[in-house]
């Protein structure tokens, strides 16, 4: 996998650990803390994602 690849991977888990959405979502009060949208925390969080990026990752190296 490539440095910046990897970099990105851990930059963006950093993040959804720290914004991790509620499990029960509910309206933002004024003065919360800002959490990730449930979508896009799940994309950050799923292993498959990152197999897959790391896969077409691997296909396109010798490009």
């Not at 979508?39 to 490009?63: A, G, K, M, R, V």
Request: aromatic share 8%.
């Amino acid at each position: 996998m490539c440095v910046s690849l990897l970099k990105t991977q851990q930059a963006l888990q950093i993040l959804a650990i720290n914004f991790k959405p509620p499990i029960v979502e509910t309206r933002h009060q004024q003065g919360e803390t800002s959490t990730l949208p449930r979508e896009i925390f799940e994309i950050i969080d799923s292993s498959t994602f990152w197999n897959q990026i790391t896969l077409i990752n691997e296909i396109l190296d010798p490009y």
